[in-house]
């Protein structure tokens, strides 16, 4: 029988040698070909918005849900029963208005309880509002006591007091320095946080999450080209909109979809499936998100896959190191949010995410917001650091690592101000 510790020195190995193979190196991509945006699978080039919509950003939604995240049920248009848990609660000295919501979605007798937490400016009607994913469930987004703690499964981080897979009062504020909550309102913008884990946890086990809700009779997990979890939680985003509109509050608000990391991967892709968010937002979306898969810099299909084998459709699969034979490449996706205004930021040490295929996602989605008649950036040279670009895709690099700092927080302020006027 080997030993503990000769198992041990073999992951540490295995580990290490995958690793090696990770290239940071520019000089080392390989040449390659994106598919062509303006140009339909039947060979037809699209000149005009109306081609644009009818063929093109048709075919390529259902390349994306077919190939690379998973389709979304067709039913799964659920509508919720409601429970306000807190309607008016007051928050940050008075300045903001909290609301605590439950939605409940109920199907082939299982159920769903996904928390929303809604923070509004105090007497402003329909306020922009930000809508955002958190990852260790919406109490870790500000010191605010008064936020329910939710239930679902979160993973366990000792630092947190999380240690059997259920958030606890130690996760409160934890993740405070990356939601500037109160600045938020003082700008003038509301915000509404989910924790991710609601509506699916983030593990790769489908009988739990919404998933279920949809199997057939002795159905286990989706199939080869149904959704995983990026395409569940841009589900999940959705149904928080329609609660922001069916609330007189926030009726007629604008709503801008932010995600970080896994939640800018998904916030990419709720933005191009659901046309009512007005604003997208993705910070260090990287592999998956908005970084060119085909320079195979930082993070891998095929890397992503291993890690992380519940985030995408089972079809993903098959392009592990067959980058090249994607019907898609990830410009493509920023492309089906056009003509909303879409913004994307970087972080300089954040190589996993690969900050130059991260522009160059973006970039390359610029002919099809150039069929509106709109902005785009100007040069294929990823700006310098602290020059942000407010085109209608919007970008920028920031210093230092992963993460959502004070900076990324007003640029989003400051593009979402330029962009959805009232
Ligand atoms: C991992 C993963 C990335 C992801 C990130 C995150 O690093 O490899 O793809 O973006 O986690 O969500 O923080």
């Known amino acids: 029988m080997k030993s503990f510790l000769s198992i041990l020195f073999t992951i540490l190995i295995m580990k290490a040698g995958a690793q090696s193979k990770v290239n940071y190196d520019e000089s080392k991509v390989e040449p390659y070909t994106l598919p062509e945006l303006l140009r339909s699978a039947g060979g037809q080039e699209i000149k005009t918005v109306k081609e644009w919509e009818s063929i093109r950003r048709t075919e390529i939604v259902r390349l994306f849900e077919e190939e690379v995240y998973g389709k979304i049920p067709a039913e799964a248009q659920l509508k919720p029963t409601i429970e306000i848990l807190e309607k008016e609660g ?14 409940d979605f109920e199907r082939n007798g299982q159920s769903l309880r996904v928390h929303l937490l809604v923070y509004l400016p105090a007497g402003q009607d329909n306020p922009p509002v930000f809508v955002g994913y958190n990852f260790y469930g919406n109490a870790s987004i500000t010191e605010d006591e008064n936020i329910l703690l939710s239930p679902s499964w979160v993973p366990n981080k000792k630092e947190f007091g999380i240690t059997e897979n259920q958030i606890t009062d130690g996760a409160r504020g934890q993740r405070a320095h990356r939601w500037p909550v109160e600045k938020i309102i003082d700008a003038g ?8 884990g609601d509506v699916d946890p983030d593990r790769d086990d489908f009988s739990d999450g919404i998933h279920p809700l949809f199997y057939e009779e002795g159905q286990t997990k989706p199939g080869p080209s149904e959704w995983g979890a990026i395409s569940a939680w841009a589900w999940g985003a959705s149904r928080a909109l329609d609660y922001l509109k069916s609330e007189p509050a926030t009726a007629n608000s604008k709503y801008i979809l932010f995600g970080h990391s896994r939640l800018g991967k998904t916030s990419l892709w709720g933005g191009a499936l659901d046309k009512r968010w007005d604003l997208v937002i993705a910070n260090n979306s990287g592999c998956g998100g908005v970084a060119i898969s085909r320079r ?24 592990n190191d067959q980058e090249n034979k ?18 994307i930021s ?13 522009y160059l996602g973006a970039y390359y989605a610029s002919p099809a917001y150039q069929l509106y ?18 085109t209608s895709i919007g970008y920028h690099l920031r210093p ?23």
């Open 90 to 103: 007051e928050a940050f000295h008075g300045k903001a208005v909290r609301q605590q919501i439950a939605l």
């Open 189 to 196: 913008f509301g915000l509404a946080a989910i924790y991710y």
């Open 296 to 319: 195979k810099i930082g993070e891998t299909v095929e890397a992503i896959n291993t890690s992380f084998p519940h985030w995408f459709a089972d079809r993903f699969k098959k392009y």
């Open 326 to 343: 994607m019907p898609v490449d990830q410009h493509m996706l920023v492309a089906l949010i056009a003509p909303r205004p879409v913004y």
């Open 346 to 358: 970087s972080a300089v040490e954040d190589r996993w995410a690969d900050p130059v295929g991260e």
């Open 373 to 390: 008649g709109l902005e785009t950036p100007a040069s294929d040279q990823q700006p310098s650091v602290s020059k942000p670009i407010h």
């Open 400 to 422: 230092g690592g992963h993460d959502v700092t004070d900076y990324d927080w007003e640029q989003f302020i400051a593009f979402s101000r330029k962009h959805l006027k009232p």
